[in-house]
C-alpha cells in the first residue's frame, strides 16, 4: 500500500507506483489518497496514468495540525482493517506521512519510508516537517535514503545499517519523465514571456506564513521595478493565506502572472523555461538542478544540504532585502550564473524507483542481491 497526498508525495511516488505495477507477481499495489489537494492530485496523477484506489478524504477548511493527523489517524486504521497490506509506504515529511505511519504502526504493519534521514537539526524549522520525519524514521523499519548524507542522519540516530538503502530520489525519475512530455496548452502562453527572463516562484510553506509570504511578494515587487527585462510567474497555492497576499501584493504587477497551480508536466515545462527559480519547496530544490537552473531556498534552514554544497542551490531565507540581493546577483552576474548552471544534480539519476523496488524484493525475501547503493 502506497499512501500519497500533497502534489510532492504524488509526483515522488507515482514512479514507484509504476515501477512495482510493472511486476505483478510480486507486487500488488493500492494507491491511497489523504484528501489533501484532492483537486490537484488527479491533474499531477495523469502524466502517469495513475489513479487513486482509495481517498481518506481527511481535509477541510482551516483545520489544525492536531484534526488532521487525528482525523488521518482514525481513517487509516479503518483502511487497513478492512484490508491489511504487508507493508505501508509513505515519503517525505507532511502531517498525513506521519499519521499514516502511526496508523500502520498500530496495526504492526511495517512502514517503509521514501526519502528517509533528511535533516535540519531545528525541530521548529521547517515546521512541522522536521519532526514529521524524524518520528516517521522511528516508525519506520525500511528506510530509502535519497542520499549518503541522509544515510549517514540515520546511522547517528542508530538505525541498523542493513534497513538503509542509498536509492537516489524519486523526484528525478519522475522529472525526466514528465520533462519528455509537451503540455497542451502552457501554464503560460510563449507571448506572455517573450523576450523577458523568467523567474519562477513557488512559495507557500507554513513556516512562511507569518511574515514570509508578505515579504517575499514585495520582494518580487521590487525585481519587477528594478529590472525592465524580467517577468515573474508565480503559481499561487489555493490556502487564503498565501493567495490573498499573492493577490494584493502583486496582482496590479503586469510582469507578475500569478496564475493556478500547475499540472506536473506544466510545471516542469515552467521550470525548463525559467532563468531562475526562486522556492521554498523541497521538491523544487531537488528538480531544477537536473534542468540546469539556478535555485534560491526562500528558507532559513534547509535539510537539502547537498544543492548548497555542490553549488546549484543558495540558501537566501524569506526577508525581502536578502531575497532581493541575492536575486540580483544571479540575474547581474554572469560567471556565478554559470558556475550554478555548471554543478551536477547530487540528489538522483533517474534510476531510484528501480532501486527501491528491488530493495524492496530483498527485504521482502524475494531476492538475496542486495541492491548497490546510489553514488556507488
Same mark, same amino acid.
Not at 514507484?16 to 488527479?42: I, M, N, S, W, Y
Not at 518580487?220 to 494584493?248: K, M, T, W
Given at each position: 500500500?502506497i499512501v500519497m ?6 509526483v515522488?511516488l ?5 515501477e ?9 499495489v493500492t494507491?491511497?489518497?489523504?484528501g ?8 499531477? %496523477?495523469?502524466?502517469? !496514468?495513475l $489513479? ?7 481535509m477541510? @477548511? ?5 484534526? +488532521?493527523t ?8 479503518t ?6 497490506p504487508?507493508?505501508?509506504?509513505v515519503e ?5 506521512v ?17 526519502e528517509?534521514?533528511?535533516r ?9 516537517e522536521e ?14 535514503a535519497?542520499?549518503?548524507?541522509a544515510?549517514?542522519n540515520?546511522l547517528?540516530?542508530?538505525v541498523?545499517s ?8 524519486t523526484?528525478?525519475?519522475?522529472? %525526466?519523465?514528465?520533462? !519528455?512530455? $509537451?503540455?497542451?496548452?502552457?501554464a503560460?502562453p510563449?507571448? @506572455?514571456?517573450?523576450?523577458?527572463r523568467? +523567474?519562477l516562484v ?15 511578494c514585495l ?13 515573474v510567474v508565480?503559481?499561487v ?9 499573492a493577490?494584493?501584493l ?9 496564475i ?5 508536466v506544466e ?9 531562475v527559480?526562486?522556492?521554498d519547496s ?9 534542468l540546469?537552473?539556478?535555485v534560491?531556498?526562500m ?18 531565507g524569506?526577508?525581502r ?6 536575486t ?5 552576474d ?9 554543478s ?8 531510484a524507483?528501480?532501486r527501491?523496488?528491488r ?18
Amino acid at each position: 500500500m502506497i499512501v500519497m497526498g500533497t502534489r510532492p508525495e504524488v509526483v515522488k511516488l507515482a514512479p514507484l507506483a509504476l515501477e512495482l505495477r510493472r511486476c505483478p507477481k510480486e507486487f500488488r499495489v493500492t494507491l491511497v489518497g489523504t484528501g489533501q489537494h484532492r483537486d490537484l492530485v488527479p491533474q499531477h %496523477l495523469r502524466p502517469f !496514468r495513475l $489513479r487513486l484506489d482509495a481517498d481518506l478524504g481527511v481535509m477541510k @477548511a482551516r483545520q489544525a495540525l492536531a484534526e +488532521i493527523t487525528a482525523r488521518t489517524v482514525r481513517r487509516m486504521d479503518t483502511l487497513l482493517a478492512d484490508d491489511p497490506p504487508d507493508l505501508v509506504i509513505v515519503e517525505g515529511d507532511t502531517t498525513a506521512v506521519l499519521a499514516a505511519g502511526l496508523a500502520a504502526f498500530y496495526r504492526k504493519i511495517p512502514v517503509a519510508h521514501v526519502e528517509a534521514g533528511l535533516r535540519s537539526r531545528d525541530i521548529y524549522n521547517p515546521f512541522p516537517e522536521e519532526i514529521n520525519r524524524r518520528l516517521v524514521g522511528g516508525l519506520a523499519e525500511i528506510h530509502f535514503a535519497p542520499t549518503a548524507s541522509a544515510r549517514e542522519n540515520l546511522l547517528s540516530e542508530n538505525v541498523p545499517s542493513d534497513r538503509i538503502f542509498v536509492t537516489g530520489n524519486t523526484a528525478i525519475d519522475a522529472l %525526466l519523465i514528465a520533462a !519528455r512530455r $509537451r503540455p497542451k496548452p502552457p501554464a503560460v502562453p510563449a507571448a @506572455a514571456l517573450r523576450g523577458r527572463r523568467m +523567474i519562477l516562484v513557488t512559495a507557500h510553506r507554513r513556516e512562511n506564513w507569518d511574515r514570509g509570504i508578505r515579504e517575499i511578494c514585495l520582494a518580487l515587487r521590487d525585481l519587477l521595478e528594478r529590472f525592465g527585462d524580467i517577468a515573474v510567474v508565480y503559481p499561487v497555492h489555493p490556502n487564503p493565506v498565501v493567495r490573498d497576499q499573492a493577490a494584493e501584493l502583486l496582482g496590479s504587477q503586469d510582469r507578475a502572472h500569478l496564475i493556478a497551480p500547475a499540472g506536473y508536466v506544466e510545471f516542469v515545462d515552467l521550470m525548463k523555461r525559467s532563468y531562475v527559480i526562486l522556492t521554498d519547496s523541497g521538491g523544487v530544490q531537488e528538480e531544477a538542478p537536473s534542468l540546469g537552473k539556478p535555485v534560491l531556498v526562500m528558507r532559513e534552514k534547509t535539510e537539502r544540504t547537498e544543492g548548497i554544497e555542490a553549488g546549484c542551490s543558495r540558501l537566501v531565507g524569506a526577508e525581502r532585502k536578502r531575497v532581493v540581493a541575492e536575486t540580483s546577483r544571479v540575474l547581474c552576474d554572469a560567471t556565478l550564473y554559470r558556475t550554478m548552471v555548471a554543478s551536477a544534480n547530487p540528489y538522483g539519476d533517474g534510476k531510484a524507483a528501480s532501486r527501491i523496488r528491488r530493495a524492496l524484493a530483498y527485504h521482502l525475501g524475494l531476492t538475496r542481491r542486495r541492491p548497490q547503493d546510489f553514488g556507488r
